[in-house]
C-alpha cells in the first residue's frame, strides 16, 4: 500500500504574502505539486489569512485533479461555510485557537465529542470525509471512534522531536494509536513536522498509514532541491 502524499502549500502562500504580490502563485504551485507528483494537496486558511487566503481556496478547489484536503478549526463559522462552499474530498478539522503560531495540540475527543459529533455530521451530510486532528492517545483515538469521524490524523510532532534521540520509543505511542484506530475501523491521516529523516520510518511502523500531509519540511528541501525532486523523494519514503 502506498500512503499518499498530500503537500500543504500555506508556506508557498506565506512567501507570497511577504512581498504583498503574486510571485510564487499558488494556483501555479498546485498544479505542480500534482504534476510532480503529489497525491494531494492541502491547505489550511487560517481566520487571518497569514498563509493561504480564503479567496485561494476557491481558486485552488477547480485545478484539483488529486484530493483536495482543507485544513481548519470549524469553531470559525467562515471556516465551515468555505469548506461547505468548495467541498473539498476531505476536511480535517484541528483545534487550533486564532493567533497560534501552528497547531499544537489534537482534539479531546472525550470532553468535545457532542460539539464534534454534530460538526462532524454537517460536513459528512454534505459528501466531505472528515478527519479529526488527535494526539496518539489510546482514549482520545477511541474516544473519535463516538465521534463519527472517518479518519484522525495522528499529530506527529512530539514523534519529529524525538525520532533523532529514541526512534523505538518516539514511535511507540502512533503505533499503538494505529492499532485502536483500526480496531475502530477508523481510516489513519498523520502530520506535523514530517520530514526527509523521519518519514520511511514512521511509514514502516505505523500499520494502514492512508495518507500524510507535509508542508515546513518539504517546501525547505523544496529550496536545494527543486519542488519536482523533493515531492520524489517524500513519495518514495512512502512506499
Ligand atoms: N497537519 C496539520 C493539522 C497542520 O496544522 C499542519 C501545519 O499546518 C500540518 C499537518 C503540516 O505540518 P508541517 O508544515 O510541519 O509539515
Known sequence: M??????????????????????????????????????????????????????????????????????????????????????????????????????NHGWDTIKEKNYLRGIIEVFKKAGIRVSIFTDPVEAIVAGAADTGTDRVELYTEEYARQYHKDKEHAIAAYANAARVAAEHKLGLNAGHDLDRDNLAYFRKHVPGLLEVSIGHALIADALYYGLENTIQLYRRQLQ
Not at 21 to 41: H, L, M, R
Not at 47 to 53: G, K, L, S, T
Open 2 to 103: 502506498q500512503t499518499k502524499l498530500s503537500v500543504n502549500i500555506n508556506k508557498i502562500a506565506t512567501l507570497r504574502n511577504s512581498r504583498g504580490g503574486d510571485n510564487p502563485n499558488v494556483i501555479k504551485a498546485a498544479i505542480d505539486c500534482q504534476t510532480f507528483g503529489a497525491d494531494g494537496i492541502t491547505v489550511h486558511p487560517r481566520p487571518d489569512e497569514r498563509h493561504i487566503r480564503y479567496s485561494d481556496v476557491r481558486e485552488i478547489a477547480p485545478i484539483i485533479t488529486t484530493e483536495f484536503n482543507i485544513e481548519g478549526n470549524p469553531l470559525e463559522d467562515k471556516f465551515v461555510a468555505l469548506v461547505l462552499e468548495v467541498k473539498p474530498h476531505q476536511v480535517t478539522l484541528v483545534p487550533d485557537s486564532r493567533d497560534q503560531l501552528t497547531s
